[in-house]
């Protein structure tokens, strides 16, 4: 199958989603500026271990390969061995992301004993003070130690995880150093304006001329680096750079929260992209192939103003989230849109236009540090 095929297909919707994210809970030790979700307390309507399970046994049976197991912070949850051990026992591989301050050593030789498992490190600098600017004081140590002990048990090749920012963008070597001194894989994403990183966006996402160059090193290295396709936006610039390509929100990647209701990617928990809840008649096969968002998101999308842009099918648009966010069309340009056309559409939209998450489970909020992040 060709790759515009298979593109195409994808665009129409599977049978079962590729990529499952699942935040197990919104419980977190940290309070990341720019988390998605906006994590910190745990809801008391957090599916139970018994309803997690469940879940899984039905992803099984849809043959789901793998899932991505994320908060929040997952390894607070006491039943998070118990939960991804019956993934596994389900033939359903586990990716997870934690901020590693529940891998110590008895927990990394714990999970260096699981087969199907993946570890994914977050990271935001390749030093304290740019990392825990954005992530809090301490935990750029917390993540050197947890690497250290899942090197030392003999983990093999985990995933150091890095959303790039304009403060850590001329870091992209040293991690990619970092990485390879554990033997490690190098993750980056994009910054999304969600959850708390609608407030700490303007702040923090990378420039024009920033995107230029996380575009360059990406060709130079993308082979060797993972980013979970979330930079296809850069595509406009010129030569594509690997992966699908595309939004595959209610497509191939959907999003399940802590308290089992499911939204159309990771990136946009608001209530226009929630599509059903796991507990609901049908449970998540009813949501995923049933409900009415992702039957609307599956039909062929405008190309509304990008339409007579020569770049479109490049980019395709851009991302969803990041748009929606920021209180630009769906059918608009990206706000980062390497042609400028979504820069100078932000200032035109009234701030009463811009919506806000949905859900907050933030703790009582932390300062952004100025020091570093409002040079």
């Given at each position: ?15 079962a989603?590729i990529c499952?994210?699942?935040?197990l ?8 500026v720019h988390?998605?979700s906006?994590?910190?307390?745990r ?9 997690a ?9 849809l ?23 019956h ?10 992301s934690t901020?590693g ?8 030789e ?6 199907y498992?993946?570890i994914?490190?977050?990271?935001d600098g ?7 600017a ?7 140590d ?25 403060h850590n ?8 150093a970092l ?14 304006p969600?959850?708390r ?7 923090l996402h ?6 230029r160059q996380i ?9 060797n ?5 979330s930079f ?14 595309l ?6 990647v ?6 089992g209701?499911?939204y ?9 992209f ?11 096969t009813?949501?995923?192939?049933e409900?009415?968002?992702f039957?609307e998101?599956?039909?062929?999308q ?7 842009c020569g770049?479109?099918d490049?980019?395709q ?18 706000p980062?849109c ?9 200032p ?28």
């Amino acid at each position: 199958m060709s790759s515009h095929s298979l593109g195409q297909q994808m665009k129409q919707g599977l049978d079962a989603p590729i990529c499952l994210t699942w935040e197990l809970t919104y419980a977190c030790n940290l309070a990341c500026v720019h988390c998605l979700s906006s994590s910190g307390q745990r809801d008391d309507r957090e599916l139970s271990t018994e309803q997690a399970k469940a879940v899984l046994d039905e992803l099984a049976a849809l043959q789901v390969f793998y899932i991505n197991i994320g908060g929040g912070e997952p390894m607070i949850r006491r039943d998070f061995f118990e939960i991804v051990e019956h993934s596994i026992a389900n033939n359903i591989g586990v990716k997870f992301s934690t901020n590693g301050a529940f891998i110590d050593k008895k927990n990394a030789e714990r999970l260096t004993a699981m087969d199907y498992l993946d570890i994914q490190i977050s990271l935001d600098g390749t030093d304290a003070i740019t990392n825990d600017a954005v992530r809090g004081e301490g935990s750029f140590d917390t993540a050197i130690r947890a690497m250290d002990n899942l090197k030392a048990a003999g983990f093999g090749q985990f995933k150091i995880s890095v959303v790039v920012t304009r403060h850590n963008v001329d870091q992209l070597d040293e991690f990619k150093a970092l990485a390879d001194s554990y033997g490690a894989q190098l993750r980056i994403t994009r910054l999304r304006p969600a959850g708390r990183g609608a407030d700490t966006w303007d702040e923090l996402h990378p420039t024009n001329a920033q995107q230029r160059q996380i575009y360059d090193w990406l060709l130079a290295h993308g082979e060797n680096v993972l980013t979970g396709d979330s930079f296809f936006h850069l595509n406009a610039f010129g030569e594509s750079l690997p992966g699908l390509n595309l939004c595959g929100a209610g497509r191939v990647v959907c999003l399940i929260d802590p308290i089992g209701d499911v939204y159309a990617c990771p990136f946009v928990i608001h209530d226009t992209f929630k599509a059903g809840n796991v507990l609901e008649d049908g449970g998540f096969t009813h949501v995923w192939r049933e409900s009415d968002l992702f039957t609307e998101l599956r039909e062929p999308q405008s190309a509304g103003a990008c339409a007579s842009c020569g770049a479109f099918d490049a980019c395709q648009g851009g991302c969803m989230a990041a748009k929606f966010f920021t209180g630009l069309p769906l059918d608009g340009p990206d706000p980062e849109c390497v042609t400028g056309h979504g820069e100078v559409l932000l200032p035109s939209v009234p701030v009463s236009l811009v919506p806000r998450p949905s859900m907050d489970h933030s703790k009582p909020a932390r300062t952004l540090i100025k020091s570093k992040v409002s040079t």
